[in-house]
């Protein structure tokens, strides 16, 4: 929006003229003003030009924001509008009479600036009224902002400008159809904005505080915002470019790397040496200075939880996730706790330093130990004689948290039936690692997880294709058993399993070993079994594809021929089983989830069998409201199970016959 030079006061005043000059014009001036008279006529022009300003901002400048509104306006108002009105009220003083040529006072400055400030306030109502939008377009609409801020200067006006943001926060955000990400990118978005208005956070706390409820009510909040300071700060601007919304909140991650170093700065600190501090505003609330450490915008995320607890332990969570993903490196993981020790310090990422360090050490230590055991592959091996290939990551247990899926390893006598059992030549290739590791590092052993990892699986069928993919341990172990391991078998028929043959064979939940076969099934590697029920066979050879041509000629015309069946049933089918097989897979998650809890509440209680022991020892028999007073007081965290739940313990405790029951009392056998 360009201002161009304005012609001289004399060429505008020709043009006005002109227009007033025709016949129409000149017999209306003179019958409105002998009915209405000077003073009427005035204003009802008043309400006109009203009305003209406020359409003319309007149409000129909603949802347009730049730097060079401002100066537009400035330029409309000084040589349009006050030369129009100053002829309009010359003609309206000699009664409707257009003279020509016409003489018209110049408006005084006093009331340019009149007409200006009316301008100004047009626009800053426009902008108030635009502000959420200005919010959920960040970035390409701060120039919008400094429209809003030269009269922000009343405790009225920012009293309005909050209230007309919270409502329309609340119409228009705050609802089970906005997305948790959704939510908090305009939040992001909403304290840098108000930043701007506001750098001492005022207006920011009483227009946020809706939002940060309406967050810590949404389960997902805390992952999202683990995952955001995660995430890649280098796809801002292809997200930006390709306009579309991601699951992840990136923007935290720009914040993180980018904003930090300026995190310890207090905006109300007493600096005697800055020129422009102001004092607080009239409507801050008395606590405003205690909660300015959270003005930026990775300090305003986080203290959305309850303490720093709770989103330390979800951030070892979600480390721990990608940590044991095949990456190439951990850089991005590395330079985000780095960043977040600045804020939280060292103890409190104490483990999370630990698991970097694991994950980095392992492959130091697995490139030694495969190459002490033999286990390196010879590039020059066929795929026959080669075997499958281990890669181990050693972490350190008492640092890690416990994923879903973390079982224990195969080979623990205890709840065996529970745990994955690898193939064969898995096994043998793991021992092997356990030696050499061993051999390294005499005072430690290892503990196999077989649930957690990825597999790099390749796959051949007898019509030549082959399949690479990757996949979860027990996915691999199920397509496995689906192999055909003796090479001098002459079987031509495809190799079919049962789902409970394989559960047994894997000691895998059905469920599981369910879903891994409707997985397989909607890649078109395996298919339902057409004869045994609940069992599934290799898909040797596809299906011929609709519209190709087959091989067989017909003798009596001499010509090729399409093949007589359509592909349609077997599109719907595979459509289908992918449906079936997310299906399964969500269900046999949560079976895993459900059965962690359960391993991770019966290793609690384990814990706490030993604080009892320890306590029926020392201190004789104990009541149970004694008993749980005792554990609350020398459990670390507290004891987090009611009375009834304690009582449910004691009582198996007594089963095992650990501890006896005199009348009310516990005592130990």
Excluded at 102 to 125: C, D, F, H, T
Excluded at 245 to 250: A, E, F, G, K, R
Excluded at 325 to 352: M, P, W
Excluded at 544 to 573: E, Q, W
């Amino acid at each position: 929006m360009a201002v161009v030079t304005p012609p001289d006061r004399q060429a505008r005043l020709n043009m006005i003229t002109q227009m007033l000059s025709t016949d129409s014009i000149k017999r209306s001036m003179r019958l409105w003003v002998a009915q209405l008279g000077t003073v009427r006529m005035k204003q009802i022009f008043a309400v006109v030009v009203d009305k003209v300003m406020s359409d003319f901002v309007a149409w000129a400048y909603a949802g347009t924001y730049n730097e060079e509104v401002q100066d537009h306006l400035r330029y409309w108002t000084e040589h349009v509008l006050s030369v129009w009105v100053s002829v309009f009220l010359c003609v309206t003083d000699q009664g409707g009479v257009v003279p020509a040529p016409i003489n018209v006072p110049v408006p005084g400055k006093a009331q340019v600036e009149r007409y200006k400030n009316m301008a100004y306030s047009r626009l800053w109502a426009l902008r108030v009224d635009e502000l959420f939008d200005i919010v959920v377009d960040w970035d390409d609409t701060i120039a919008g902002i400094d429209d809003i801020k030269p009269l922000l200067t009343t405790p009225q006006a920012r009293q309005y400008v909050s209230q007309k943001f919270a409502t329309t926060l609340q119409t228009r955000l705050l609802h089970p159809g906005a997305s948790t990400v959704e939510i908090l990118q305009i939040y992001v978005s909403t304290i840098r904005a108000f930043k701007g208005l506001d750098p001492r956070g005022v207006l920011l706390s009483k227009v946020s505080g809706r939002v940060r409820q309406y967050l810590r009510e949404r389960d997902d909040t805390i992952k999202l915002v683990v995952a955001g300071l995660l995430a890649d700060p280098s796809t801002i601007a292809e997200k930006r470019a390709s306009d579309q919304n991601s699951d992840v909140l990136s923007e935290l991650a720009w914040e993180l790397q980018h904003r930090d170093l300026n995190a310890g700065k207090n905006v109300n600190s007493m600096d005697w040496n800055n020129m422009k501090w102001q004092p607080e505003p009239i409507d801050a609330v008395p606590d405003q200075a205690k909660s300015a450490k959270h003005m930026d915008v990775i300090g305003s995320v986080i203290s959305l939880f309850e303490s720093k607890d709770v989103f330390v332990k979800e951030l070892q969570v979600t480390l721990a996730e990608r940590l044991l993903r095949n990456k190439e490196d951990y850089d991005q993981e590395t330079s985000v706790i780095e960043h977040l020790k600045i804020r939280f310090g060292d103890a409190a990422l104490q483990a999370c330093e630990v698991m970097l360090k694991d994950v980095l050490d392992s492959r130091r230590l697995d490139q030694v130990i495969r190459k002490d055991q033999g286990l390196l592959q010879d590039h020059g091996d066929t795929e026959d004689t080669q075997e499958p290939e281990i890669h181990a990551k050693i972490l350190s247990r008492l640092f890690w948290p416990s994923l879903p899926g973390s079982t224990p390893a195969y080979g623990d006598d205890s709840e065996e039936e529970q745990r994955f059992k690898p193939p064969l030549s898995i096994l043998h290739q793991r021992d092997l690692y356990e030696q050499g590791f061993e051999n390294l590092k005499q005072t430690r052993k290892l503990t196999w997880n077989d649930n957690l990892g990825q597999v790099e699986i390749e796959l051949s069928f007898a019509d030549g294709r082959t399949y690479h993919d990757e996949v979860l341990p027990y996915q691999a172990g199920v397509i496995y058993a689906f192999n055909n391991e003796d090479e001098d078998s002459t079987l031509t028929e495809p190799i079919t399993r049962t789902v409970s043959d394989l559960s047994t064979e894997l000691t895998l939940p059905t469920t599981l070993v369910r879903s891994a076969c409707l997985l397989f099934v909607s890649k078109r590697i395996l298919q339902p079994s057409s004869n045994i029920h609940d069992a599934f066979t290799v898909l040797e050879h596809l299906p011929p594809i609709p519209g190709t041509l087959t091989t067989a000629l017909d003798p009596s015309t001499n010509s090729t021929t399409f093949p007589t069946h359509t592909n349609a049933d077997l599109a719907s089918s595979a459509a289908a089983a992918q449906v079936a097989a997310d299906r399964a897979a969500e269900l046999a998650a949560q079976q895993a989830a459900k059965e962690a809890e359960a391993k991770e509440k019966r290793a609690k209680m384990a814990v706490y069998q030993q604080f009892v022991m320890a306590m029926l020892t020392n201190q004789g028999a104990m009541p149970l409201p004694r008993i749980a007073m005792m554990l609350g007081m020398v459990v670390p965290g507290g004891f987090p199970f009611s009375n009834e739940e304690l009582r449910e313990f004691l009582a198996g405790m007594v089963r095992d016959g650990g501890v006896v029951m005199l009348g009310a009392n516990y005592k130990k056998a």
